[in-house]
């Protein structure tokens, strides 16, 4: 059975960080690209940040450049969004996602609220 399980997520004040986790289960996680959408109230869902199944490329949206980075430990099964200088804007459920071919998978979300 996949499972793909986020957390890390919560309230935080502009200019601060957080560190979400999703973690993989039921699958080959090594073997696919992974990555992190956002869906904030009333727009659609977008797409944050991927990391190719090596963890070699990786490509961010151009709101998160040079503030969010993505990485993954394939040992862990497990891929990781470091979120700095967040901002209000930043407020949204994230979701990771696995893909490959055809395949993809998604997690049940974890709300990222930024506000003071």
């Known amino acids: 059975q996949v499972q793909l399980v986020e957390s890390g997520g919560g309230l935080v004040q502009p200019g601060g960080s957080l560190r979400l986790s999703c973690a993989a289960s039921g699958f080959t996680f090594s073997n696919y690209v992974m990555s992190w959408y956002r869906q904030a109230p009333g727009k659609e869902r977008e797409l944050v940040a991927s990391i190719g199944s090596t963890g070699a490329a990786t490509n961010y949206a151009n709101s998160v450049k040079g503030r969010f980075t993505i990485s993954r430990d394939n040992a862990k099964s497990t891929v990781y969004l470091q979120m700095n200088s967040l901002k209000p804007e930043d407020t949204a459920v994230y979701y990771c996602?696995?893909?490959?071919?055809?395949?993809?998978?998604w997690g049940q979300g974890t709300q990222v609220t930024v506000s003071s």
């Open positions: 996602t696995a893909v490959r071919s055809t395949s993809r998978h």
